[in-house]
């Protein structure tokens, strides 16, 4: 069992030099109908579903380290040439390192719809991250929830804690009025106490996106190992 904030402070401290971040590939990715996708490298979770296994795991050996600008600058570059709307990062936890993010986004092409796949945990966590992300009109938010209570979502990711942050951050982005919307994985068939939360805080008529999980072998093999395969086949 680990603390999601600590690893947060400590995967920070791999892959971000500077203002400058780790990525391993920048690729056109289907997704959304066509997406320019920069996969970045470490996470503040350990999902035991996860398709990503050296970006996240063994953030020491893997990525080469990018400034914000030369990032925005490939992404739009990418966008342009396969006539795409939209762009992304992926592979990874976007939202480690929120000075690298910010300028990162300040440099994306406005016309261009930025798609912020993130679990949520240090926008939950810190109010003033989602102040400075509330500036950026091109914005658009995915909060990724890892199980439908605390309990599952501990089983799903092995953390200790960090599930309550997520409604945090769903939260303040309602306050702050951004667009955003709600995606979840869970083996659970019970989801009321998902779905009280989200009552708790005026959002029950969203409309869940269910992620699916692709069992590619490493994520068959950890899942296996973790006894949690025939949750998901």
Not at 180 to 192: G, R, T, W, Y
């Amino acid at each position: 069992m680990y603390d999601p904030i600590k690893l947060s402070k400590k995967i920070e401290g791999i892959i971000i030099n500077g203002n400058m971040k780790k990525y391993y590939r920048f690729r056109p990715v289907g997704f959304y109908g066509g997406i320019a996708t920069a996969d970045t490298v470490g996470c503040n979770l350990r999902c035991k579903f996860c398709w990503s296994s050296k970006s996240v795991w063994n953030a020491n050996d893997v990525g080469t380290f990018y400034s914000p600008e030369t990032v925005a600058e490939k992404l739009n570059n990418l966008a342009t040439k396969k006539d795409y709307h939209q762009i992304r990062i992926s592979g990874g936890e976007p939202t480690i390192g929120k000075k690298h993010l910010i300028t990162l986004l300040e440099n994306i092409n406005p016309n261009y719809l930025f798609i912020l796949e993130t679990n949520g945990i240090l926008l939950g966590i810190n109010k003033s991250y989602i102040e400075e992300l509330s500036k950026f009109k091109n914005l658009h938010i995915r909060i990724c929830f890892k199980g439908c209570n605390p309990k599952e979502f501990s089983l799903l990711t092995g953390a200790i804690n960090g599930f309550d942050y997520q409604f945090k951050a769903l939260e303040y982005l309602k306050e702050k009025n951004l667009s955003f919307n709600i995606a979840l994985i869970s083996v659970n068939k019970d989801k009321k106490y998902f779905f009280n939360k989200l009552i708790e805080i005026g959002l029950e008529k969203s409309i869940i996106e269910n992620e699916e999980i692709k069992l590619y072998p490493l994520v068959k093999k950890r899942l296996l190992d973790e006894k949690l395969l025939h949750y998901f086949e």
